[in-house]
């Protein structure tokens, strides 16, 4: 039986995930949450690779759980800006090279990247998300560049304590080419996900979704400031999370920064 299928079997947990996405939950922060309200409950445990699987079955029998992702996607679309395994950027590490506290999210420091496009030729935003306090550094970009891409989240990173920069999760765009320079002037390890596996970065693309809240696709950044999107991402970063307890990301970053330079 797939593992998909055997989850399935645990009504408990079937309800429970259909609560959170009646909720507007992403299946991310779904299968994250788990282990905070069943701590001592291994059976109520799924990842959200899992969730995505029973949307997209759910689908083709008829029903209406795609209705509550953020995109409203009826089935897993390929996500070609990720390439193939062919023409992957040189040098590139994969994720599964990547340090396993990584994915169990008990340690600052940890990030996803990704960007964000405008209009054609209008440039975009680089958006970087700290994986455990869900706190967001992004960058106007006047190109889909990788000179451009660099310069412009190296420079947003310097308000960053080094202590807070251990890794960057990316995807294979080609706007991450130099991120051996990248890595030289951040202090960032980097690793690349998968192709085709946004699921990978979950929580930058739920994260890039608050973004576009504000700026829709087709917007022309040109005639976006910084001041117009520090004042966004300010919004977004002082937004309570029932993640976090009801803590914004503000509020979770700046503590771990506070008790990491006191030791």
Not at 186 to 197: K, L, M, N, Q, R
């Amino acid at each position: 039986m797939p593992h998909h299928a055997i989850r399935q079997s645990n009504p408990q947990l079937v309800h429970y995930v259909k609560c959170k996405l009646a909720e507007e939950w992403s299946p991310e922060q779904i299968a994250s949450r788990l282990s905070v309200d069943y701590p001592n409950s291994k059976t109520m445990r799924i990842c959200h690779e899992t969730i995505y699987q029973w949307i997209y079955s759910d689908t083709i029998n008829g029903g209406d759980l795609y209705t509550h992702l953020r995109r409203h996607h009826k089935r897993r679309r390929k996500q070609r800006r990720y390439g193939s395994c062919r023409g992957l950027i040189p040098g590139r590490v994969s994720i599964s090279k990547r340090p396993e506290a990584v994915d169990n999210r008990k340690r600052f420091g940890d990030w996803e990247g990704d960007t964000i496009e405008g209009a054609k030729g209008s440039g975009g935003i680089a958006s970087h998300v700290e994986r455990k306090s869900r706190y967001l550094v992004t960058a106007k970009l006047s190109d889909k560049t990788a000179e451009t891409m660099t310069i412009a989240s190296a420079k947003a990173f310097r308000r960053v304590p080094r202590v807070m920069r251990k890794t960057l999760t990316v995807d294979n765009g080609k706007e991450f080419a130099y991120f051996k320079r990248l890595e030289k002037k951040t202090g960032f390890s980097i690793y690349f996900a998968d192709p085709y596996s946004a699921w990978q970065r979950g929580l930058n693309e739920n994260t890039n979704g608050l973004i576009r809240q504000y700026f829709p696709k087709g917007t022309n950044f040109k005639d976006i400031t910084n001041k117009n999107l520090a004042l966004v991402v300010k919004k977004i970063n002082h937004r309570p999370r029932k993640s976090l307890n009801y803590q914004t990301p503000h509020e979770v970053f700046y503590s771990a920064i506070r008790g990491a330079l006191a030791t």
